[in-house]
């Protein structure tokens, strides 16, 4: 479907929008500015008549139009102007139409909503211009220029290994570094949680976004998800460009941009590398508007894939430190009581017997075990003993320092590796473990005592030695009727 306005003006356009009420909107406002103005409902209708006719500009409102299903047709009728003037108003929550459209032909744009006087500049500005020459300098080179230094140097933030924050951090120290830029920032989506400002950084140190926001975190539960463009972007996985901070239509955040000198944002999202939505987003602030040509949006959204696999890594690094913790933690630590178990305590006594003769310094061996622990299991079963073991270690943790290390080295028995301590204190805390454990209350059995060895480590002794010795004394203590301690032989 189409339509023809009045001639009133002195060149020929063509508007292309679905929606009849916004057609008749632009007539109303820009009409005049044309001697010929046709309208156009699709790009059926707007392929017809620029067959038919010459068209001086084009201008195609994106507003209405569906990404996903209009896409491939407006990009045919860009092609088609053949470097012929074109015009594009974009919605500033879906920029990502401009990079696609640039693809496909040489254009212009403004961002969205616009009103009617600066539409009607914008297109008189345009109709003045007429084509470009083909050879005719513009600033891109200069641009593109920029943004390749800017990637390097965002490569370099990334390329240092650190955790996620310290590398947002200097991802958004770089993107300050390009002209323009008066603060950036990185949002995140947190695993499982939501997004937050995980990092900014700017030339004006009281911009804060969190301030300007109103929080720092769960940011898409934020009223301001739908205007900012930071949080845009990653909420709908989308580039966002906001050129004037009035056409958010939020007055409170278009005053407190302009307060810091803020007149454009542009939020790019952070892919995730895999199927669902974006893992946060990218967002510059400029302090001033200006308009991107297709090769820089396409750089810019290369960044944005960068810094997604630079996030990525760091993700994975954290990860795998986290894993390594817990594969150490479970290789080293007895599941049932929690305290370290055989292989790691043998382990460790090698290490303090090292630390012990190169300091010169007395190591004290305490092996203890649970007194007729068999005949808890028989008579109050397996699950009270499970808990008896669990109670007579945390016991057993509360009471020696922290520099001492326990041990479960095998079913009831236990040990306690002593740094810098003699036989006689060793002595000392083998009898404040027997009483205190005597004095604990056992859930499902009241009480049980435990049998104590102790041996001080000799000069040129072993572990293996060492060992066997403290286990002898435990043995005499168990011989000698229970619930005592006795010293290990030289």
């Known amino acids: 479907m189409s339509q023809q306005a009045e001639p ?46 010459p068209i001086d500009l084009l201008v195609i409102d994106l507003e209405r139009f569906d990404p996903e299903l209009d896409l491939a047709g407006l990009a045919q009728l860009v092609e088609a102007r053949a470097g012929a003037p074109v015009f594009v108003l974009c919605p500033f929550s879906n920029a990502r139409w401009l990079p696609a459209l640039m693809a496909r032909g040489p254009l212009d744009y403004a961002i969205a909503p616009l009103a009617p006087a600066a539409l009607c500049a914008a297109l008189a500005a345009q109709l003045a211009a007429g084509p470009a ?36 951090e200097r991802v958004c120290e770089a993107l300050c570094s390009w002209p323009g830029v008066v603060h950036a920032a990185l949002f995140y989506l947190q695993p499982g949680g939501d997004l937050q400002l995980q990092a900014q950084h700017g030339v004006r140190r009281e911009l804060n976004l969190a301030r300007v926001l109103g929080r720092g975190e769960r940011l898409l539960q934020s009223p301001l998800r739908h205007a900012f463009p930071g949080l845009l972007a990653a909420a709908a996985n989308t580039i966002v460009l906001l050129d004037a901070p009035e056409k958010s239509g939020e007055p409170e955040l278009t005053e407190a941009l302009r307060a810091h000198g803020v007149e454009m944002v542009l939020g790019l999202p952070v892919p995730a590398g ?169 859930p499902g059995c009241d009480q049980v005592t435990v049998s104590l060895g102790v041996a001080q480590l000799g000069d040129q002794e072993s572990a293996d030695s060492l060992t066997v010795r403290v286990n002898a004394a435990l043995a005499r203590a168990k011989r000698a009727g229970r619930n005592c301690v006795e010293l290990a032989m030289s």
């Open 274 to 442: 895999g199927p669902g939505g974006a893992r946060g987003s990218l967002c510059l602030l400029f302090d001033a508007s200006h308009p991107f040509s297709r090769d820089a949006l396409d750089a810019l959204e290369a960044l944005a894939g960068l810094v997604a696999v630079g996030l990525h890594m760091a993700d994975m690094g954290r990860e795998s430190d986290e894993l390594l913790a817990r594969l150490t933690h479970i290789s080293t630590t007895d599941a049932l009581t929690g305290v370290a178990n055989r292989r790691h305590g043998e382990a460790l006594l090698e290490q303090e017997i090292k630390r012990a003769r190169r300091y010169r310094l007395p190591l004290a061996l305490i092996a203890f075990d649970i007194d007729r622990f068999k005949e808890v299991n028989d008579r109050y079963g397996h699950p009270v003993g499970d808990i008896a073991l669990r109670t007579v270690a945390e016991a057993a943790q509360g009471l020696v320092r922290s520099s001492d290390i326990v041990v479960r080295s095998g079913g009831e028995d236990f040990q306690v590796i002593a740094p810098h301590t003699s036989a006689i204190d060793g002595l000392k805390m083998a009898e404040k473990l027997r009483v205190a454990i005597a004095a604990t209350l056992i």
């Open 8 to 53: 009133q003006g002195q060149r020929s356009g063509l508007f292309v929008n679905p929606a009849a009420a916004r057609r008749a909107q632009f007539q109303a406002d820009c009409g005049s500015g044309f001697a010929s103005l046709m309208l156009a409902d699709g790009v059926d209708a707007a392929l017809e008549l620029l067959a038919r006719e």
């Open 133 to 168: 020459p083909a050879a005719a300098p513009t600033p891109r080179e200069t641009e593109l220029l920029e943004l390749a230094a800017l990637r390097a140097r965002v490569q370099a933030a990334l390329s240092e290994g650190d955790d996620i924050g310290a590398l947002a």
